[in-house]
T-cell receptor, first 117, second 113 residues
Framework: DQQVKQNSPSLSVQEGRISILNCDYT??????FLWYKKYPAEGPTFLIS?????DKNEDGRFTVFLNKSAKHLSLHIVPSQPGDSAVYFC????????????????FGQGTILTVHP | DTGVSQDPRHKITKRGQNVTFRCDPI?????LYWYRQTLGQGPEFLTY????????KSRLLSDRFSAERPKGSFSTLEIQRTEQGDSAMYLC???????????FGQGTRLTVV
């Protein structure tokens, strides 16, 4: 049961253009979402996050949009740079028992982004 | 602080052998997580600790797997009687309780031959 899905295994973009990575989730208990970036032979690196009380969060070239009714989020990278080429993972979390804190992350399968010079 | 550290980086073992991996989290982080990643998939949750207490363990986790965090600092993950299907990247991450963002180590790549 894949609760977090990234349906595009790969995306190729020209340098300077916008990269849009998509993610869908099925578990309505998820209310915190994160994007991680992973280079080969390294662990995932946190990029940006969004709480379900927001529909947009921006950090420099990176913006995450959340559509709760559609259970969909997306990561926009503008402008894209060759150094952005990596695997991008969407992750989601739900509050634990008692509703006080978050626990484990549930990840999507990842999207390989390639930015061409 | 140099971040989350995992040892070894690579491990090749014969089927049926036991292996143990170590994770040293960021020093002030009280949460520690273990994930497993196979080719073409995202990290899959295995278990996590808050201080020395193991708070959750994946239902998919075989009883051949055991994890400890005896003093609330470093953690070990042991796999007994390894099988070829155990071949994967084992990732450790740590965080503060109040934060959801987890910081990952570089992982231990296990190959069972």
């Amino acid at each position: 049961d894949q609760q977090v899905k990234q349906n595009s295994p790969s995306l190729s973009v020209q340098e300077g253009r916008i990269s849009i990575l998509n993610c869908d989730y099925t578990n309505s208990m998820f209310d915190y979402f994160l994007w991680y970036k992973k280079y080969p032979a390294e662990g995932p690196t946190f990029l940006i996050s969004i709480s379900s009380i927001k529909d947009k969060n921006e950090d420099g070239r990176f913006t995450v949009f959340l559509n709760k009714s559609a259970k969909h989020l997306s990561l926009h990278i503008v402008p894209s740079q060759p150094g952005d080429s990596a695997v991008y993972f969407c992750a989601a979390s739900a509050r634990g028992a008692g509703g006080t804190s978050y626990g484990k992350l549930t990840f999507g399968q990842g999207t390989i982004l390639t930015v061409h010079p | 602080d140099t971040g989350v550290s995992q040892d070894p980086r690579h491990k090749i073992t014969k089927r049926g052998q036991n292996v143990t991996f170590r994770c040293d989290p960021i020093s002030e982080h009280n949460r520690l997580y273990w994930y497993r990643q196979t080719l073409g998939q995202g990290p899959e949750f295995l278990t996590y600790f808050q201080n020395e207490a193991q708070l959750e363990k994946s239902r998919l986790l075989s009883d051949r797997f055991s994890a400890e965090r005896p003093k609330g600092s470093f953690s070990t993950l042991e796999i007994q009687r390894t099988e070829q299907g155990d071949s994967a990247m084992y990732l450790c991450a740590s965080s503060l309780v109040r934060n959801t963002e987890a910081f990952f180590g570089q992982g231990t790549r296990l190959t069972v031959v």
